[in-house]
C-alpha cells in the first residue's frame, strides 16, 4: 500500500467547473504538499500546508490532519489547469502519491 | 533567487551504455539534493538524496549511482543502461529544514 492515496486518477471537466483532487495519507507528517507536473514534465510546489487552508488566486487547499486527508479545490477551471496534480508529504522522507491527470475542456 | 538546472532535456540510449546526468543549482549554498525518477503512469520514486560534498544516501538498489563532487553539483550515473532505466529523472534541491523541494526541468530518457 503506498503511503499516499490520491482520488481520481483521472478527471475531465468543462471550462468553468468546481474541482476537487483528494488526498490521504497514512504515515506521520509535518507538511503536506501539493505539487502541478505540465504536460512537459515540469514540476512547481503549489501549496505547502501543516494545517487548515491555503489560497492562491482560483486553487484552495486545505488539511485535515486528525484524518489524514487533504484535498485540492480549483474554483472555475479554465483549460490552463490541465496539468498532473502530485500530492506529496513530509514523513521521515518524501513520500509522493502517484498523482491525478485533470483535463479541462473548454 | 535560486535556479536549479538539468542536462541534457531529452536522452535516446542504447540498452548496455553508459549515462552521466548532470544537476546543478545556483543561489543557495549546502543544499540537500535529491534525484527521482518517474516511469510512465507512476509515481516519484526517490533514489538517491546527498546532504554534503561527498555524501550519498540510496533508497533503492538499483543499476544507477549518484555522486557530489561539488557542493551545488549532483550527478546521476550508470555503468551499462537497462531497457527498466527509461523513465524521466527529476533533480530536487531543498534547504537544510527539508520544508520543501524545489524540482528542476527534468531529464527524459529513453533506452532502446
Known amino acids: 500500500k503506498n503511503e499516499v492515496e490520491q482520488s481520481p486518477q483521472n478527471l475531465t471537466a468543462q471550462e468553468g467547473e468546481f474541482i476537487t483532487i483528494n488526498c490521504s495519507y497514512s504515515?506521520?507528517?509535518?507538511?503536506l504538499h501539493w505539487l502541478q507536473q505540465h504536460p512537459g514534465g515540469g514540476i512547481v510546489s503549489l501549496f505547502m500546508l501543516s494545517s487548515g487552508k491555503k489560497k492562491h488566486g482560483r486553487l484552495i487547499a486545505t488539511i485535515n490532519i486528525q484524518e489524514k486527508h487533504s484535498s485540492l479545490h480549483i474554483t472555475a477551471s479554465h483549460p490552463r489547469d490541465s496539468a498532473v496534480y502530485i500530492c506529496a508529504v513530509n514523513g521521515n522522507q518524501f513520500y509522493f502519491g502517484t498523482g491525478t491527470s485533470l483535463t479541462v475542456i473548454p | 533567487s535560486q535556479t536549479i538546472h538539468q542536462w541534457p532535456a531529452t536522452l535516446v540510449q542504447p540498452v548496455g551504455s553508459p549515462l552521466s546526468l548532470e544537476c546543478t543549482v545556483e543561489?543557495?549554498?549546502?543544499?540537500?539534493l535529491y534525484w527521482y525518477r518517474q516511469a510512465a503512469g507512476r509515481g516519484l520514486q526517490l533514489l538517491f538524496y546527498s546532504v554534503g560534498i561527498g555524501q550519498i544516501s540510496s533508497e533503492v538498489p538499483q543499476n544507477l549511482s549518484a555522486s557530489r563532487p561539488q557542493d551545488r553539483q549532483f550527478i546521476l550515473s550508470s555503468k551499462k543502461l537497462l531497457l527498466s532505466d527509461s523513465g524521466f529523472y527529476l533533480c530536487a534541491w531543498s534547504g537544510v529544514s527539508r520544508e520543501t523541494q524545489y524540482f528542476g526541468p527534468g531529464t527524459r530518457l529513453l533506452v532502446l
Open positions: 504515515v506521520g507528517i509535518s507538511a
Open positions: 543561489g543557495t549554498s549546502n543544499p540537500n
